[in-house]
Protein backbone atom coordinates (compact mmCIF):
# COMPACT_ATOMS: atom_id res chain seq x y z
CA UNK A 1 0.00 0.00 0.00
CA UNK A 2 1.47 3.92 -1.06
CA UNK A 3 2.38 4.91 2.53
CA UNK A 4 1.89 9.14 2.62
CA UNK A 5 4.94 9.74 4.41
CA UNK A 6 6.47 11.97 1.62
CA UNK A 7 3.78 14.42 1.62
CA UNK A 8 4.81 17.44 2.77
CA UNK A 9 8.35 16.20 4.17
CA UNK A 10 9.99 18.32 1.44
CA UNK A 11 9.70 22.10 -0.86
CA UNK A 12 11.15 23.66 -3.68
CA UNK A 13 13.01 26.39 -2.10
CA UNK A 14 15.14 27.96 -5.66
CA UNK A 15 14.74 27.88 -9.11
CA UNK A 16 17.37 28.91 -12.01
CA UNK A 17 16.89 28.86 -15.75
CA UNK A 18 19.56 29.84 -17.87
CA UNK A 19 18.42 31.94 -21.55
CA UNK A 20 16.96 29.36 -23.56
CA UNK A 21 18.38 29.68 -27.26
CA UNK A 22 19.09 27.69 -30.67
CA UNK A 23 22.61 27.79 -29.76
CA UNK A 24 23.76 28.66 -26.24
CA UNK A 25 27.51 28.90 -27.67
CA UNK A 26 28.75 26.96 -24.46
CA UNK A 27 28.81 23.78 -22.54
CA UNK A 28 26.39 21.70 -20.85
CA UNK A 29 28.52 21.70 -17.87
CA UNK A 30 28.32 25.32 -18.11
CA UNK A 31 25.20 25.43 -18.78
CA UNK A 32 24.79 23.13 -15.46
CA UNK A 33 26.54 25.55 -13.08
CA UNK A 34 24.78 29.07 -14.19
CA UNK A 35 21.31 27.35 -13.35
CA UNK A 36 22.41 25.85 -10.27
CA UNK A 37 24.06 29.14 -8.70
CA UNK A 38 20.77 31.07 -9.97
CA UNK A 39 18.88 28.71 -8.49
CA UNK A 40 20.89 28.52 -5.16
CA UNK A 41 20.58 32.60 -5.23
CA UNK A 42 17.30 32.22 -5.61
CA UNK A 43 16.77 30.02 -2.37
CA UNK A 44 19.16 32.23 -0.42
CA UNK A 45 21.73 29.34 -0.11
CA UNK A 46 25.26 28.91 -1.41
CA UNK A 47 27.25 26.37 -1.95
CA UNK A 48 28.60 25.42 1.15
CA UNK A 49 24.94 24.60 2.41
CA UNK A 50 24.66 21.91 -0.76
CA UNK A 51 25.21 17.84 0.23
CA UNK A 52 22.90 16.74 -3.06
CA UNK A 53 23.33 16.98 -6.67
CA UNK A 54 21.14 15.17 -9.08
CA UNK A 55 20.51 14.88 -13.12
CA UNK A 56 18.43 13.13 -15.35
CA UNK A 57 19.97 12.66 -18.88
CA UNK A 58 20.44 10.53 -21.83
CA UNK A 59 24.40 10.89 -22.30
CA UNK A 60 23.67 14.10 -23.70
CA UNK A 61 24.57 16.06 -20.91
CA UNK A 62 27.00 17.13 -18.06
CA UNK A 63 26.97 14.02 -15.09
CA UNK A 64 26.71 15.45 -11.46
CA UNK A 65 30.36 13.95 -10.87
CA UNK A 66 31.45 16.78 -13.63
CA UNK A 67 29.14 19.92 -12.42
CA UNK A 68 29.35 18.95 -8.84
CA UNK A 69 33.20 19.23 -8.61
CA UNK A 70 33.13 22.53 -11.30
CA UNK A 71 31.51 24.05 -8.33
CA UNK A 72 33.95 22.92 -5.38
CA UNK A 73 30.80 20.18 -4.67
CA UNK A 74 33.15 17.40 -3.99
CA UNK A 75 31.73 14.92 -1.77
CA UNK A 76 27.82 15.22 -2.30
CA UNK A 77 26.37 12.97 0.44
CA UNK A 78 23.64 11.78 -2.02
CA UNK A 79 23.64 12.25 -5.38
CA UNK A 80 21.32 10.19 -8.84
CA UNK A 81 22.92 10.32 -12.21
CA UNK A 82 19.85 9.22 -13.84
CA UNK A 83 19.69 7.69 -16.98
CA UNK A 84 16.29 8.07 -18.97
CA UNK A 85 14.24 11.35 -20.50
CA UNK A 86 11.26 12.85 -19.72
CA UNK A 87 9.58 9.94 -17.95
CA UNK A 88 12.15 10.14 -15.01
CA UNK A 89 12.31 14.38 -15.65
CA UNK A 90 9.96 14.49 -12.33
CA UNK A 91 11.43 11.40 -10.58
CA UNK A 92 14.55 13.18 -10.16
CA UNK A 93 13.09 15.57 -8.33
CA UNK A 94 10.68 12.85 -6.39
CA UNK A 95 14.14 11.42 -5.41
CA UNK A 96 15.88 14.20 -4.16
CA UNK A 97 12.75 14.49 -1.97
CA UNK A 98 12.94 10.87 -0.78
CA UNK A 99 16.82 12.18 0.09
CA UNK A 100 15.87 14.80 1.80
CA UNK A 101 12.95 13.14 3.97
CA UNK A 102 15.29 10.35 4.99
CA UNK A 103 18.02 12.68 6.17
CA UNK A 104 20.28 12.09 4.10
CA UNK A 105 20.53 14.86 2.50
CA UNK A 106 19.45 18.58 3.69
CA UNK A 107 19.61 20.44 0.20
CA UNK A 108 20.04 19.26 -3.10
CA UNK A 109 19.99 20.85 -6.51
CA UNK A 110 18.50 18.89 -9.26
CA UNK A 111 19.44 19.94 -12.78
CA UNK A 112 18.92 19.63 -16.52
CA UNK A 113 21.19 20.95 -18.89
CA UNK A 114 21.29 20.80 -22.65
CA UNK A 115 22.48 21.67 -26.17
CA UNK A 116 19.73 20.04 -27.96
CA UNK A 117 19.72 21.98 -30.63
CA UNK A 118 23.02 23.15 -31.26
CA UNK A 119 24.85 19.83 -30.09
CA UNK A 120 22.51 17.10 -29.55
CA UNK A 121 19.03 16.74 -31.68
CA UNK A 122 16.80 13.84 -30.34
CA UNK A 123 14.61 14.96 -33.00
CA UNK A 124 18.10 15.74 -35.88
CA UNK A 125 18.39 13.71 -38.67
CA UNK A 126 21.43 10.94 -39.68
CA UNK A 127 21.54 9.54 -35.56
CA UNK A 128 22.59 6.42 -35.38
CA UNK A 129 19.79 4.51 -33.44
CA UNK A 130 20.75 3.90 -29.65
CA UNK A 131 22.31 0.02 -28.90
CA UNK A 132 19.99 -3.11 -29.27
CA UNK A 133 17.90 -4.23 -26.78
CA UNK A 134 13.96 -3.27 -28.22
CA UNK A 135 15.21 -0.43 -30.05
CA UNK A 136 16.37 -3.83 -32.46
CA UNK A 137 12.49 -4.21 -33.37
CA UNK A 138 11.95 -0.72 -34.06
CA UNK A 139 15.20 0.88 -35.73
CA UNK A 140 15.42 -1.76 -39.23
CA UNK A 141 12.54 -0.43 -39.93
CA UNK A 142 13.09 3.44 -39.72
CA UNK A 143 11.61 4.23 -36.85
CA UNK A 144 14.22 6.18 -34.81
CA UNK A 145 13.21 9.67 -33.96
CA UNK A 146 10.44 10.61 -30.62
CA UNK A 147 8.10 12.29 -32.99
CA UNK A 148 7.63 8.85 -34.90
CA UNK A 149 7.06 6.47 -31.63
CA UNK A 150 4.74 9.20 -30.19
CA UNK A 151 2.62 9.11 -33.41
CA UNK A 152 1.75 5.53 -33.40
CA UNK A 153 -0.28 6.34 -30.46
CA UNK A 154 -1.36 9.32 -31.43
CA UNK A 155 -2.50 7.78 -34.80
CA UNK A 156 -4.64 4.79 -32.76
CA UNK A 157 -5.93 7.70 -30.39
CA UNK A 158 -7.89 9.60 -33.17
CA UNK A 159 -8.71 6.53 -34.84
CA UNK A 160 -10.42 5.08 -31.35
CA UNK A 161 -12.25 8.43 -29.96
CA UNK A 162 -12.44 10.78 -32.99
CA UNK A 163 -9.61 12.73 -32.07
CA UNK A 164 -9.27 15.44 -34.46
CA UNK A 165 -5.85 17.21 -36.23
CA UNK A 166 -8.15 20.38 -35.45
CA UNK A 167 -8.20 19.26 -31.54
CA UNK A 168 -4.23 19.18 -31.50
CA UNK A 169 -3.72 22.40 -33.64
CA UNK A 170 -6.06 24.54 -30.57
CA UNK A 171 -3.51 23.10 -28.07
CA UNK A 172 -0.65 24.41 -30.52
CA UNK A 173 -2.66 27.67 -30.91
CA UNK A 174 -2.80 28.54 -27.13
CA UNK A 175 0.25 27.47 -25.52
CA UNK A 176 1.50 29.90 -28.21
CA UNK A 177 -0.41 32.89 -27.03
CA UNK A 178 0.69 31.27 -23.45
CA UNK A 179 4.17 31.75 -24.56
CA UNK A 180 3.68 35.77 -25.84
CA UNK A 181 3.06 36.82 -21.69
CA UNK A 182 6.45 34.54 -21.31
CA UNK A 183 9.58 37.11 -21.81
CA UNK A 184 11.58 33.67 -21.36
CA UNK A 185 9.15 31.67 -24.40
CA UNK A 186 11.46 30.88 -27.64
CA UNK A 187 8.49 31.24 -29.86
CA UNK A 188 6.00 34.08 -29.12
CA UNK A 189 4.67 35.09 -32.25
CA UNK A 190 1.19 34.00 -32.33
CA UNK A 191 -0.25 31.41 -35.08
CA UNK A 192 -3.45 30.59 -35.61
CA UNK A 193 -5.34 27.04 -36.47
CA UNK A 194 -4.57 27.95 -40.10
CA UNK A 195 -0.56 28.24 -39.65
CA UNK A 196 -0.48 25.29 -37.85
CA UNK A 197 -2.74 23.61 -40.42
CA UNK A 198 -0.14 24.62 -43.04
CA UNK A 199 3.09 23.25 -41.26
CA UNK A 200 4.47 20.68 -43.03
CA UNK A 201 4.15 17.10 -42.03
CA UNK A 202 6.78 15.32 -39.86
CA UNK A 203 5.60 11.61 -39.01
CA UNK A 204 1.91 11.81 -39.09
CA UNK A 205 -0.73 12.30 -37.55
CA UNK A 206 2.15 15.11 -36.12
CA UNK A 207 2.87 18.59 -38.17
CA UNK A 208 6.04 20.64 -37.17
CA UNK A 209 3.71 22.57 -35.01
CA UNK A 210 2.66 19.74 -32.89
CA UNK A 211 6.35 19.31 -32.08
CA UNK A 212 8.19 20.46 -29.36
CA UNK A 213 11.10 22.71 -29.87
CA UNK A 214 14.49 21.55 -30.13
CA UNK A 215 16.27 24.08 -27.00
CA UNK A 216 19.49 24.99 -25.37
CA UNK A 217 19.30 26.03 -21.92
CA UNK A 218 19.32 24.85 -18.26
CA UNK A 219 17.13 24.86 -15.17
CA UNK A 220 17.74 24.13 -11.81
CA UNK A 221 15.33 23.57 -8.46
CA UNK A 222 16.93 23.10 -5.46
CA UNK A 223 14.54 20.82 -2.96
CA UNK A 224 15.11 20.85 1.05
CA UNK A 225 13.03 19.81 3.83
CA UNK A 226 9.80 21.68 4.73
CA UNK A 227 11.27 23.27 7.68
CA UNK A 228 13.75 24.62 6.30
CA UNK A 229 12.36 26.30 3.28
CA UNK A 230 10.06 28.15 5.60
CA UNK A 231 13.50 30.31 6.54
CA UNK A 232 14.55 30.66 3.45
CA UNK A 233 14.66 33.50 1.20
CA UNK A 234 11.65 32.71 -1.21
CA UNK A 235 8.10 31.36 -0.39
CA UNK A 236 7.75 27.60 -0.41
CA UNK A 237 6.92 25.41 -2.71
CA UNK A 238 5.66 22.01 -1.04
CA UNK A 239 5.99 19.02 -2.74
CA UNK A 240 2.50 17.26 -1.89
CA UNK A 241 3.22 13.93 -3.74
CA UNK A 242 5.75 12.78 -5.81
CA UNK A 243 4.69 9.57 -7.69
CA UNK A 244 6.29 6.83 -10.26
CA UNK A 245 4.64 4.29 -12.83
CA UNK A 246 5.80 1.81 -14.63
CA UNK A 247 6.04 1.75 -18.63
CA UNK A 248 3.86 1.39 -21.43
CA UNK A 249 6.67 1.74 -23.74
CA UNK A 250 6.97 1.29 -27.30
CA UNK A 251 10.08 0.28 -27.07
CA UNK A 252 9.41 -2.95 -24.52
CA UNK A 253 6.87 -5.45 -25.29
CA UNK A 254 4.18 -5.55 -22.83
CA UNK A 255 3.77 -8.47 -20.49
CA UNK A 256 0.80 -10.77 -21.22
CA UNK A 257 -2.14 -9.63 -20.38
CA UNK A 258 -0.41 -6.40 -18.43
CA UNK A 259 0.78 -3.53 -19.04
CA UNK A 260 0.79 -1.92 -22.35
CA UNK A 261 -2.03 -3.84 -24.58
CA UNK A 262 -4.06 -0.26 -25.14
CA UNK A 263 -1.69 2.22 -26.63
CA UNK A 264 -4.74 5.02 -26.14
CA UNK A 265 -4.08 5.17 -22.83
CA UNK A 266 -0.86 6.43 -20.99
CA UNK A 267 0.50 5.53 -17.73
CA UNK A 268 -0.30 8.15 -16.39
CA UNK A 269 -3.49 6.65 -15.88
CA UNK A 270 -1.62 4.28 -13.38
CA UNK A 271 0.39 7.19 -11.68
CA UNK A 272 -3.01 9.46 -11.00
CA UNK A 273 -4.43 7.84 -8.42
CA UNK A 274 -1.00 7.12 -6.38
CA UNK A 275 -0.38 10.96 -6.76
CA UNK A 276 -3.91 12.34 -5.30
CA UNK A 277 -4.32 9.39 -2.70
CA UNK A 278 -0.48 10.67 -1.45
CA UNK A 279 -1.65 14.15 -1.53
CA UNK A 280 -5.41 13.74 -0.45
CA UNK A 281 -6.18 15.62 -3.55
CA UNK A 282 -7.92 14.66 -6.36
CA UNK A 283 -8.21 16.39 -10.33
CA UNK A 284 -10.84 18.93 -8.83
CA UNK A 285 -8.35 20.29 -6.81
CA UNK A 286 -5.71 20.95 -9.34
CA UNK A 287 -5.63 25.26 -10.01
CA UNK A 288 -3.11 24.81 -13.01
CA UNK A 289 -1.60 21.87 -14.85
CA UNK A 290 1.86 21.71 -16.66
CA UNK A 291 1.51 18.70 -18.80
CA UNK A 292 4.21 17.03 -20.41
CA UNK A 293 4.05 18.15 -24.02
CA UNK A 294 7.20 16.85 -26.21
CA UNK A 295 4.12 16.98 -28.55
CA UNK A 296 0.70 17.85 -28.76
CA UNK A 297 -1.22 15.42 -28.41
CA UNK A 298 0.65 14.12 -25.03
CA UNK A 299 -2.02 16.58 -23.87
CA UNK A 300 -4.71 15.52 -24.60
CA UNK A 301 -3.71 11.46 -23.38
CA UNK A 302 -2.76 12.89 -20.10
CA UNK A 303 -6.49 15.25 -19.23
CA UNK A 304 -8.12 11.87 -19.77
CA UNK A 305 -5.65 10.00 -17.54
CA UNK A 306 -5.10 12.15 -14.64
CA UNK A 307 -9.05 12.30 -14.31
CA UNK A 308 -9.73 16.11 -16.05
CA UNK A 309 -12.20 14.42 -18.32
CA UNK A 310 -13.21 10.95 -19.14
CA UNK A 311 -11.39 9.12 -21.73
CA UNK A 312 -11.64 9.80 -25.25
CA UNK A 313 -12.78 12.92 -24.74
CA UNK A 314 -9.59 14.62 -24.43
CA UNK A 315 -9.23 15.83 -27.72
CA UNK A 316 -12.30 18.01 -27.55
CA UNK A 317 -11.50 19.15 -23.89
CA UNK A 318 -8.02 20.48 -25.18
CA UNK A 319 -9.63 22.43 -27.91
CA UNK A 320 -12.12 24.36 -25.14
CA UNK A 321 -11.74 27.82 -23.26
CA UNK A 322 -11.30 25.70 -20.21
CA UNK A 323 -7.43 25.45 -20.85
CA UNK A 324 -6.80 29.22 -21.06
CA UNK A 325 -5.05 31.67 -18.37
CA UNK A 326 -8.24 32.44 -17.26
CA UNK A 327 -10.10 28.69 -17.57
CA UNK A 328 -11.34 26.00 -14.85
CA UNK A 329 -7.66 24.34 -15.70
CA UNK A 330 -4.97 26.43 -17.15
CA UNK A 331 -2.76 23.95 -18.95
CA UNK A 332 1.33 24.92 -19.88
CA UNK A 333 0.88 28.74 -18.91
CA UNK A 334 4.71 29.01 -20.09
CA UNK A 335 3.96 28.15 -23.24
CA UNK A 336 5.38 24.63 -23.21
CA UNK A 337 7.89 22.74 -24.60
CA UNK A 338 6.15 23.66 -27.16
CA UNK A 339 6.71 27.38 -27.37
CA UNK A 340 9.00 28.44 -24.63
CA UNK A 341 11.88 25.91 -25.28
CA UNK A 342 12.36 21.91 -23.97
CA UNK A 343 14.65 21.59 -21.22
CA UNK A 344 13.55 17.61 -20.52
CA UNK A 345 10.77 18.20 -18.60
CA UNK A 346 12.44 20.39 -15.65
CA UNK A 347 10.96 23.65 -17.29
CA UNK A 348 7.35 22.50 -16.26
CA UNK A 349 8.34 22.36 -13.05
CA UNK A 350 10.34 26.04 -12.64
CA UNK A 351 6.93 27.23 -14.49
CA UNK A 352 5.32 25.72 -11.39
CA UNK A 353 7.06 27.36 -9.27
CA UNK A 354 6.53 30.49 -10.31
CA UNK A 355 2.96 30.23 -10.63
CA UNK A 356 2.35 29.19 -6.96
CA UNK A 357 4.64 32.16 -5.52
CA UNK A 358 3.05 34.26 -7.56
CA UNK A 359 5.54 35.06 -9.73
CA UNK A 360 4.15 34.40 -12.96
CA UNK A 361 3.38 38.11 -13.97
CA UNK A 362 0.95 38.46 -17.10
CA UNK A 363 0.19 34.71 -17.06
CA UNK A 364 -0.27 34.71 -13.23
CA UNK A 365 -3.33 32.12 -12.85
CA UNK A 366 -5.41 33.57 -10.31
CA UNK A 367 -5.81 32.00 -6.54
CA UNK A 368 -2.80 29.14 -7.75
CA UNK A 369 -2.58 26.94 -4.77
CA UNK A 370 -2.24 23.27 -6.47
CA UNK A 371 0.07 22.77 -9.19
CA UNK A 372 0.52 19.36 -11.51
CA UNK A 373 3.60 18.80 -13.37
CA UNK A 374 4.24 16.10 -15.24
CA UNK A 375 7.05 13.46 -16.98
CA UNK A 376 6.63 12.08 -20.53
CA UNK A 377 3.37 9.52 -19.55
CA UNK A 378 5.70 6.22 -20.41
CA UNK A 379 5.86 6.17 -24.04
CA UNK A 380 9.37 5.82 -24.88
CA UNK A 381 12.23 4.31 -22.21
CA UNK A 382 9.48 3.20 -20.16
CA UNK A 383 8.18 4.74 -16.90
CA UNK A 384 6.59 8.02 -16.01
CA UNK A 385 6.90 10.17 -13.32
CA UNK A 386 4.86 13.10 -11.49
CA UNK A 387 4.43 15.81 -9.19
CA UNK A 388 1.46 17.50 -7.26
CA UNK A 389 2.73 21.24 -5.27
CA UNK A 390 1.34 23.38 -3.14
CA UNK A 391 1.40 26.96 -2.23
CA UNK A 392 3.79 26.80 0.85
CA UNK A 393 2.00 28.54 4.15
CA UNK B 1 32.14 29.79 -36.70
CA UNK B 2 31.20 29.72 -32.76
CA UNK B 3 33.48 27.18 -30.37
CA UNK B 4 30.31 25.58 -30.53
CA UNK B 5 29.51 25.15 -34.12
CA UNK B 6 33.24 24.36 -34.56
CA UNK B 7 32.83 21.24 -32.41
CA UNK B 8 29.73 19.40 -34.53
CA UNK B 9 30.23 16.66 -36.33
CA UNK B 10 30.39 16.69 -40.44
CA UNK B 11 26.94 16.15 -42.28
CA UNK B 12 29.54 13.47 -43.90
CA UNK B 13 30.54 10.06 -41.82
CA UNK B 14 33.70 8.38 -42.02
CA UNK B 15 32.65 6.34 -44.87
CA UNK B 16 31.36 9.52 -47.06
CA UNK B 17 27.68 9.09 -46.84
CA UNK B 18 25.73 11.96 -45.48
CA UNK B 19 24.17 11.94 -42.40
CA UNK B 20 21.43 13.83 -43.16
CA UNK B 21 19.48 12.01 -45.11
CA UNK B 22 20.25 13.60 -48.34
CA UNK B 23 21.80 11.83 -51.44
CA UNK B 24 22.81 8.52 -51.33
CA UNK B 25 20.88 5.60 -49.56
CA UNK B 26 23.00 3.40 -46.90
CA UNK B 27 22.18 0.23 -45.39
CA UNK B 28 19.45 -0.29 -43.18
CA UNK B 29 20.73 0.48 -39.29
CA UNK B 30 20.97 -3.18 -37.75
CA UNK B 31 20.87 -2.50 -33.82
CA UNK B 32 21.95 -5.95 -33.18
CA UNK B 33 20.13 -8.62 -31.40
CA UNK B 34 20.42 -9.72 -27.96
CA UNK B 35 21.08 -13.01 -26.62
CA UNK B 36 17.33 -13.62 -26.04
CA UNK B 37 16.27 -12.77 -29.28
CA UNK B 38 19.14 -14.00 -31.88
CA UNK B 39 17.16 -16.87 -32.45
CA UNK B 40 14.22 -15.21 -33.51
CA UNK B 41 16.17 -12.91 -35.68
CA UNK B 42 18.64 -16.07 -37.25
CA UNK B 43 14.81 -17.83 -38.55
CA UNK B 44 13.49 -14.42 -40.01
CA UNK B 45 16.84 -14.50 -41.78
CA UNK B 46 14.85 -17.70 -43.21
CA UNK B 47 11.67 -16.33 -43.76
CA UNK B 48 10.50 -18.22 -40.57
CA UNK B 49 7.88 -16.04 -38.57
CA UNK B 50 8.67 -17.62 -35.02
CA UNK B 51 6.35 -17.33 -31.61
CA UNK B 52 8.09 -18.35 -28.32
CA UNK B 53 5.86 -20.31 -26.05
CA UNK B 54 6.43 -20.72 -22.20
CA UNK B 55 6.53 -24.65 -21.71
CA UNK B 56 4.70 -24.62 -18.49
CA UNK B 57 1.64 -22.64 -18.66
CA UNK B 58 2.12 -22.60 -22.62
CA UNK B 59 1.41 -18.24 -22.71
CA UNK B 60 3.02 -16.89 -25.66
CA UNK B 61 5.20 -14.33 -25.92
CA UNK B 62 7.17 -12.01 -27.99
CA UNK B 63 10.28 -10.46 -28.09
CA UNK B 64 12.20 -13.17 -26.70
CA UNK B 65 12.71 -13.38 -23.15
CA UNK B 66 14.24 -16.56 -20.72
CA UNK B 67 11.73 -15.90 -18.48
CA UNK B 68 8.16 -16.65 -18.59
CA UNK B 69 6.23 -13.25 -17.18
CA UNK B 70 3.42 -15.24 -15.92
CA UNK B 71 4.74 -18.54 -14.36
CA UNK B 72 7.93 -17.16 -14.27
CA UNK B 73 8.86 -20.86 -15.81
CA UNK B 74 12.61 -20.89 -17.12
CA UNK B 75 11.77 -23.36 -19.90
CA UNK B 76 10.06 -22.20 -23.32
CA UNK B 77 9.71 -23.55 -26.80
CA UNK B 78 9.94 -22.72 -30.01
CA UNK B 79 6.88 -22.80 -32.71
CA UNK B 80 5.51 -21.64 -36.04
CA UNK B 81 3.75 -18.64 -35.93
CA UNK B 82 0.52 -17.56 -37.44
CA UNK B 83 2.60 -14.70 -39.01
CA UNK B 84 -0.53 -12.75 -39.38
CA UNK B 85 -1.73 -9.99 -37.38
CA UNK B 86 -4.00 -6.83 -37.25
CA UNK B 87 -2.67 -3.25 -37.26
CA UNK B 88 -2.88 -1.21 -33.77
CA UNK B 89 -1.26 1.58 -35.12
CA UNK B 90 0.59 3.56 -37.61
CA UNK B 91 2.46 6.61 -38.92
CA UNK B 92 3.35 7.84 -42.24
CA UNK B 93 6.72 9.44 -41.70
CA UNK B 94 6.98 12.38 -44.18
CA UNK B 95 10.58 13.69 -43.27
CA UNK B 96 14.01 11.72 -43.47
CA UNK B 97 15.48 10.90 -40.09
CA UNK B 98 18.04 8.65 -41.59
CA UNK B 99 19.20 8.14 -45.51
CA UNK B 100 18.48 4.83 -45.35
CA UNK B 101 14.64 5.17 -45.17
CA UNK B 102 13.66 7.84 -47.49
CA UNK B 103 10.91 9.56 -46.76
CA UNK B 104 7.41 9.04 -47.25
CA UNK B 105 7.42 5.83 -45.86
CA UNK B 106 4.86 3.61 -43.06
CA UNK B 107 5.37 1.93 -40.23
CA UNK B 108 3.12 -0.59 -38.32
CA UNK B 109 2.76 -1.87 -35.06
CA UNK B 110 0.67 -5.09 -35.57
CA UNK B 111 -1.09 -7.34 -32.77
CA UNK B 112 -0.78 -10.89 -33.30
CA UNK B 113 -2.94 -13.20 -33.81
CA UNK B 114 -1.27 -15.61 -31.81
CA UNK B 115 -2.13 -14.58 -28.65
CA UNK B 116 -3.01 -11.25 -26.83
CA UNK B 117 -0.27 -8.55 -26.04
CA UNK B 118 1.99 -9.82 -28.59
CA UNK B 119 3.07 -6.88 -30.68
CA UNK B 120 5.13 -6.62 -33.89
CA UNK B 121 6.44 -3.61 -36.07
CA UNK B 122 7.15 -3.28 -39.38
CA UNK B 123 6.64 -1.20 -42.32
CA UNK B 124 3.82 -1.48 -44.61
CA UNK B 125 4.18 -2.70 -48.24
CA UNK B 126 1.75 -3.16 -51.03
CA UNK B 127 -0.97 -0.80 -49.88
CA UNK B 128 -1.49 3.35 -49.37
CA UNK B 129 -1.28 4.06 -45.78
CA UNK B 130 -4.49 6.06 -46.68
CA UNK B 131 -6.61 2.94 -46.08
CA UNK B 132 -5.21 2.13 -42.92
CA UNK B 133 -7.32 1.08 -40.14
CA UNK B 134 -7.26 0.39 -36.67
CA UNK B 135 -8.38 -3.79 -36.46
CA UNK B 136 -7.12 -3.79 -40.38
CA UNK B 137 -5.62 -7.43 -41.03
CA UNK B 138 -2.24 -8.15 -42.37
CA UNK B 139 0.23 -10.60 -43.29
CA UNK B 140 4.05 -10.61 -42.63
CA UNK B 141 6.41 -10.47 -45.40
CA UNK B 142 10.50 -10.82 -45.13
CA UNK B 143 12.39 -8.21 -46.71
CA UNK B 144 15.81 -8.69 -47.76
CA UNK B 145 18.13 -5.65 -46.39
CA UNK B 146 20.59 -5.15 -48.12
CA UNK B 147 24.77 -5.41 -47.80
CA UNK B 148 25.65 -5.22 -44.39
CA UNK B 149 26.77 -1.11 -43.14
CA UNK B 150 30.75 -1.10 -43.17
CA UNK B 151 33.19 -2.20 -40.61
CA UNK B 152 33.28 0.96 -37.96
CA UNK B 153 29.83 2.48 -39.34
CA UNK B 154 27.40 3.57 -36.39
CA UNK B 155 24.82 1.13 -37.34
CA UNK B 156 26.70 -1.76 -37.87
CA UNK B 157 25.43 -5.29 -35.64
CA UNK B 158 24.04 -8.63 -35.75
CA UNK B 159 23.15 -10.53 -38.95
CA UNK B 160 19.78 -9.19 -39.62
CA UNK B 161 19.54 -10.41 -42.94
CA UNK B 162 15.87 -10.30 -43.31
CA UNK B 163 13.17 -8.37 -41.41
CA UNK B 164 9.75 -8.41 -41.45
CA UNK B 165 6.92 -6.00 -43.01
CA UNK B 166 3.96 -6.39 -43.63
CA UNK B 167 0.59 -6.02 -46.32
CA UNK B 168 -3.21 -6.25 -45.87
CA UNK B 169 -4.54 -9.25 -45.55
CA UNK B 170 -8.31 -10.35 -47.75
ZN1 LIG C 1 4.63 -19.64 -18.11
Known amino acids: MAGTGLSGAASLAGVGTTPFSRDSGISTTALACRAVLTALDDAGLGIGDVDGIATHRVGDSSPPWVVGPA ?232 LEDYGFCRKGEGGPFAASEALGIGGE ?62 AGR | MNRTQSLRQDVRDQDGRRRDGRGAAAPRPRPGADRDSAYWWEAVGEGRFLVQYCADCRTPRFPAREVCAVCLSLEWEWREGTGTGTVDGWTVTRRTFHPAFEAPYTVLRVALDDGPALYCWGRLVGADPGDLRRGQPVEAVFTDTGPAPGAGAPTGGGAFTKVVDWRPRE
Open chain 1, 71 to 302: LGITDPAWHLDQFGGGGVSHAVIGQAALAVAAGIADVVVCYRAINARSEFRMGGQGRAPAGAFDLQYQAPYGLLAPVQHYAVPARAHMQAYGTTHEHLGAIAVRQRANAAANPRALKRDPITLDDYLASPWVSEPFRLLDCCLETDGACALVVTSAERARDLRRPPVDIAAAAWAGGHSTYSPPAPGGLGDDLTTSSAARLAPRLYAMAGLGPDDVDLAELYDCFTWTVVVQ
Open chain 1, 329 to 390: LPVNTHGGFLSEGYVHGINHVAEAVGQLRGDAGPRQVDGAEVALSTGQPGYVLAGTSALLLT
